[in-house]
């Protein structure tokens, strides 16, 4: 079966105990965390900064940390991120005056770096910085908020990224984020997607191994 990495977004988790249900998910079979840093700038909602990160850090969080920057300007935070002990850095074209620039700042701080793409943003941005991206995430909601439902034009999307992926022969890891469930997670996969950011499918129930065991049962099935 292909490699494919479960990366709960712990926007959706208990902030009153962060810690504790990071590990929890972590132990359930999470393979990344996801960190979702929102500004109230690029995005209508403020989330966690760099000390929530380091916090984590500290409470014994060692896998690896994706966190995706709803922000603008973006370097300044690539910066502090790195610092605080993320392991991958994405962030929206749209929010840098120089994507090339901003991924080489996050490749030369020591991180995985990748861009994000939202609904209606063009592919087009790859087009000269394939030589620097680890992984691409593509929104499968409008960024903000948790809880949305998968937008069926992802897929085509997603088939587009996969295509292009495959064509640099990079090994550049295909992500997609928001309103991933155990019964669209195969056909998901099957578009080309082989990490998955999932918040409330996840914190919303009782036991989080259960769910995640049971969408990596769905994708025993892709081929």
Known sequence: MKNYLMAPSILS???????EETARVISAGANIVHFDVMDNHYVPNLTMGPIVLKALRRYGITVPIDVHLMAKPVDRLILDFSDAGASYITF???????????????????CKAGLVFNPATSLN???????????????????????QSFLSSTFEKLRQARQIIDRSGRNIRLAVDGGIKIDNIAAVASAGADMFVIGSAIFSQPDYRIVINAMRQALIRVM
Do not use: T, W
């Open 13 to 19: 988790a208990n902030f009153a105990s962060l810690g």
């Open 125 to 147: 941005y790859l087009e000269y910085v394939m030589n620097k991206l680890d992984v691409i995430l593509l929104m499968s909601v409008n960024p903000c908020f948790s809880g």
């Open 92 to 110: 929206h074209p749209e929010a840098s005056d120089h994507i090339d620039r901003s991924l080489q700042l996050i490749k030369d701080n020591g």
